[in-house]
């Protein structure tokens, strides 16, 4: 009786299938990353050259639940488009309930990153990087064994393998590939380049006299006449990130015994790193509160008050973290700068919007 | 019968004795790079007397390009552009100790008499943008361009400072350099032999931080002049620069 159970799948079953696949055409259509004039042409790794069908694939598994545990998660839970692609919260929240202990990045122009994924850089590729929120317990918290074995038995999923990755039977969908498809999408989220700094930069708009002054601060332009805001360092155009580590003074712990979240230094074992986070981009910045790794300042004038305060002061503060000192006005006019990064047309971009609401 | 037998012996004659002309006798070079404090390899996050203050190294990388080895006439072409950063490799004694290594291949052998190298970027290349560039190439890096100066950051010097031997190291020092007349080229003197039966050509360059840190003379105080990355600190960037020239040294 056991046996006869176990033998009765979904009529689809993954074990009896060697070469059910090999009747789908396979002939991908190779594509192209499309980027602002202004950014660098985005690089790949050889293994994994974009084409539609890895795209398609890629953006269908990142927004569907099936890469949860219960089926109610997915990449998109945390990763939400009108936010910029983060979730609004302090912490990431999991199938669980369980809290996590770090805020959800933006991944607009995430595939710009070659510094290390995640706040602390633990994943070097977005390849890497899309292996784990999978079975980390307090995100999807499943097995690849098992969310291959859901892909193999879907009725949708092993044709779109088949044409993105020219596998010849479902028993070859693996982890791996869902990976790479998952990254391809990840690639396509990239900046329109008409944010209204962008169209100000491609002379092709205005900036207000106090946009242009919170310009000229941020990026220390006219250092006779105005001050220097400090933002340009670790957040520089571009994309507005340089994807470097640092420990911006938001911890008050002095030692690295006292850090509660010790950030880089947990993956590279480097003491010196401990309480180091990767800088995120400011791109879209007035969408993604709360900031900080921590999701402890609710608020862009909270970030404001703790940057031109110099954060907590310790041996481990960067060498960059310094006190700014900017009137009321001069606050507001670096604000109103900060206020023309929002990309309103990646938000609105219907390439990289959940296919399932169509 | 007698010609045609003669004919191809002779074809064969003028094939065998065609010599391609000799390539030059090639061998491997090593460029291994220390970064140095007083003489001692220089370990990040780890105090430095300063005058009677102390410092700590947290950051320094810098562009290398144009790297040659000359000989009368004749020389070498090592280095196109490279990206040198000590952040990792120094961040203990082991890692400062040995440097950083770049492989050169093929280097013709004989005995040079000087190596000379730019630090930053020549004036056709600091014109560029990071656009120009595919990602993952360092000068696609967002972080080493600064758009208040259209132009490259040639070199980063950051870290902490301790001008009250307290042991408080709150406040830091952040040089960063740039502008095409701060492109320095330094031009060591040494033999520099690059033999074809060895299988190991290394020349060791350290390059001596406390030999930068000097302006007018003096050390830099670094309470008073603690950060540089533009025109209002001009004067501090011409000094750092102008000591490169002095603060290498080959250490064959």
Not at chain 1, 169 to 179: G, N, S, V
Not at chain 1, 313 to 327: A, K
Not at chain 2, 78 to 103: P, Q, Y
Request: with cysteine; glycine share 8%; proline share 5%.
């Amino acid at each position: 009786m056991f046996a006869i159970l176990l033998s009765c799948g979904d009529g689809n079953g993954p074990d009896d299938m060697t070469g059910d696949l090999e009747h789908i055409a396979y002939g991908p259509q190779p594509a192209e990353y499309k980027i602002p004039p202004f950014y660098p042409k985005m690089d790949f790794p050889a293994d994994n050259a974009p084409t539609k069908e890895g795209i398609d694939l890629g953006r269908r598994l990142f927004y569907d639940p099936i890469l949860s545990r219960d089926s109610t998660m997915g990449c998109f839970s945390c990763h939400k488009q009108e936010l910029a692609f983060t979730d609004g919260g302090a912490t990431s929240i999991g199938v669980d309930g369980i809290k996590g202990r770090r805020s959800s990045m933006s991944l607009i122009d995430i595939g710009y990153n070659y510094k290390g994924l995640f706040w602390d850089g633990r994943a070097s590729t977005l390849e890497q990087q899309a292996l784990l929120p999978v079975e980390d317990p307090v995100e999807l918290h499943t097995t690849w064994p098992e969310i291959e074995l859901r892909l193999r038995r879907s009725k949708t999923y092993p044709e779109l393998f088949r044409k993105a990755f020219g596998i010849k039977d479902r028993k070859e969908i693996t982890k791996a590939l869902a990976a790479k498809a998952i990254a391809q999408f990840e690639r396509t989220i990239v900046s329109s380049g008409k944010s209204k700094f962008d169209l100000f930069k491609q002379n092709l708009d205005f900036l207000d006299y106090d946009e242009s002054e919170g310009l000229d601060m941020y990026f220390d332009k006219q250092p006779f006449i105005l001050p220097d805001a400090q933002c340009g360092h670790c957040h520089n155009d571009p994309m507005f990130t340089t994807n470097d580590y640092f420990n911006n003074g938001i911890s008050s712990a002095r030692f690295a015994s006292e850090f509660i979240d010790k950030g880089r230094g947990e993956f590279t074992k480097d003491t010196n790193d401990i309480g180091k986070f990767r800088a995120p981009s400011l791109r879209n910045i007035m969408l993604t509160a709360p900031y900080m790794h921590d999701g402890s300042l609710k608020d862009i004038d909270a970030v404001m008050d703790h940057y031109m305060s110099g954060g907590h002061p310790s041996t481990r503060r960067d060498p960059l973290i310094v006190q700014i000192h900017l009137d009321d006005i001069q606050r507001k006019q670096v604000l109103a700068f900060l206020k023309t990064l929002t990309d309103e047309e990646v938000l609105r971009d219907t390439t990289l919007s959940n296919p399932f609401k169509r | 019968m007698k010609n045609l037998i003669f004919l191809f012996f002779a074809v064969i004659f003028l094939i065998t004795s065609c010599k391609k002309e000799e390539e030059p006798a090639t061998a491997d070079l090593k460029i291994n790079l220390t970064l140095t404090y007083d003489g001692n390899p220089l370990v990040f996050n780890q105090n430095q007397s300063y005058g009677d203050d102390f410092i700590k190294m947290t950051r320094f990388a810098f562009f290398l390009t144009n790297m040659n080895l000359r000989q009368g006439q004749d020389s070498a072409r090592l280095v196109d552009l490279s990206f040198v950063d000590f952040t990792t490799s120094s961040s203990t004694l082991a890692g400062a100790t040995g440097g950083l290594v770049l492989k050169v291949p093929t280097v013709k052998t004989g005995t040079y008499s000087s190596i000379d190298f730019g630090i930053g970027l020549p004036k056709a290349v600091n014109a560029t943008k990071p656009a120009d560039y595919p990602s993952s190439h360092p000068l696609a890096d967002a972080g080493y361009y600064w758009a208040g100066w259209n132009g490259y950051i040639f070199s980063k010097m950051e870290g902490k400072y301790d001008s009250s031997a307290t042991g408080d190291f709150s406040n830091g020092y952040t040089f960063h350099t740039g502008l095409d007349e701060n492109y320095k080229v330094v031009k060591l003197t040494s033999p520099i032999h690059v033999d074809g039966n060895k299988s190991d050509n290394v020349v060791h360059i350290s390059l001596d931080v406390k030999k930068l840190f000097v302006m007018n003379g003096v050390q830099i105080d670094l309470e008073a002049v603690n950060q540089a990355h533009g025109p209002s600190n001009a004067e501090v960037i011409e000094a750092l620069t102008s000591n490169y020239q002095s603060a290498f040294e080959i250490k064959n």
